[in-house]
């Protein structure tokens, strides 16, 4: 069952008073390379899984090609950063990321290990009864299985942050392999991407596209507003269930 965890209403309200004043939320997203050793880059935050807050699972977009893919391939543990500078709150958020392509969505909701249901059986059990019956029907993991998200229903989550995208990010998927050396030829056609005269499609750059789905077990949120701070710890229990501590900040 999809309940929503403590933390998502907090948080949520961080985003939207963030967004009041900047264009974009960034996160620092930290993922573990094959030798062990911590990598952290910037990204930007592009939404609850399937735009509901109950999945409590975080996206970010990326290049395949990019070093982060690889790292999760062989450690799918992850913290995300966020700051909110306006309101000067932090969210450390931690779980696994798992990363969506065009070649894995049919099996993706055998990779993912989360509570995760149908956004199309969710709509279906419309009424708070209807929903309440659906958790008692999910205690039986056969039948859970039966509403995880289908292969179309992470196929179109993956179109609509791609369609969400700006047509120059867009552009950056048809650039030549990130963190390859720069070479006279590369920086032609670096130049005629920005340009937009590279001779190709918006949808070209699709092939190089992921979708990063971060599954959260874990946040540690801080408010410094400088009068009353607070601090607070949240952990995943039995699949759907959250402890919520208040510590000192
Ligand atoms: C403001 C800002 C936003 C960024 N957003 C993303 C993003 O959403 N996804 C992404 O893969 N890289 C993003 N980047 C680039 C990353 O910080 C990083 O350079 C790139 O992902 C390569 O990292 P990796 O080789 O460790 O995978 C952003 C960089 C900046 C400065």
């Known amino acids: 069952m999809?309940?929503?965890a403590p933390w998502v209403p907090a948080f949520t309200n961080s985003v939207n008073r963030h967004l009041e004043s900047f264009p974009f939320v960034t996160l620092s997203f930290a993922t573990v390379d094959c030798?062990?050793?911590p990598k952290v880059r910037t990204c930007i935050y592009r939404?609850?899984?399937?735009?509901?807050?109950?999945?409590?699972?975080?996206?970010?977009t990326s290049d395949t090609r990019m070093d982060k893919i690889e790292h999760l391939k062989s450690n799918s543990q992850v913290e995300a950063c966020f700051w909110f500078p306006k309101t000067n709150e932090q969210f450390r958020v931690s779980g696994h990321a798992h990363t969506l392509t065009s070649d894995n969505a049919e099996k993706f909701s055998d990779e993912v290990d989360y509570p995760l249901?149908?956004?199309?059986?969710?709509?279906?059990?419309?009424?708070?009864?209807?929903?309440?019956s659906m958790g008692q029907m999910t205690n039986n993991t056969s039948e859970r299985n039966d509403i995880k998200p289908t292969a179309q229903e992470w196929k179109d989550e993956m179109d609509s942050k791609w369609d969400a995208l700006s047509g120059k990010l867009k552009a950056s998927f048809r650039k030549p392999e990130p963190g390859s050396k720069i070479t006279p030829e590369k920086r032609k056609l670096l130049d005629s991407i920005t340009r937009g005269v590279d001779g190709s499609n918006e949808e070209d750059g699709k092939k190089n596209y992921s979708l990063v789905v971060l599954t959260v077990d874990k946040v540690d949120y801080i408010n410094l507003n400088g009068h009353n701070d607070i601090r607070y710890l949240y952990e995943r229990f039995d699949e759907d269930q959250w402890t919520e501590d208040e510590v000192c900040p």
Do not use: C, H, W
């Open 2 to 4: 999809q309940l929503m």
């Open 117 to 132: 249901v149908s956004p199309g059986a969710i709509k279906n059990y419309s009424s708070n009864m209807d929903l309440a």
């Open 47 to 60: 939404g609850f899984l399937f735009n509901d807050r109950r999945t409590n699972v975080l996206t970010i």
């Open 35 to 37: 030798e062990g050793r």
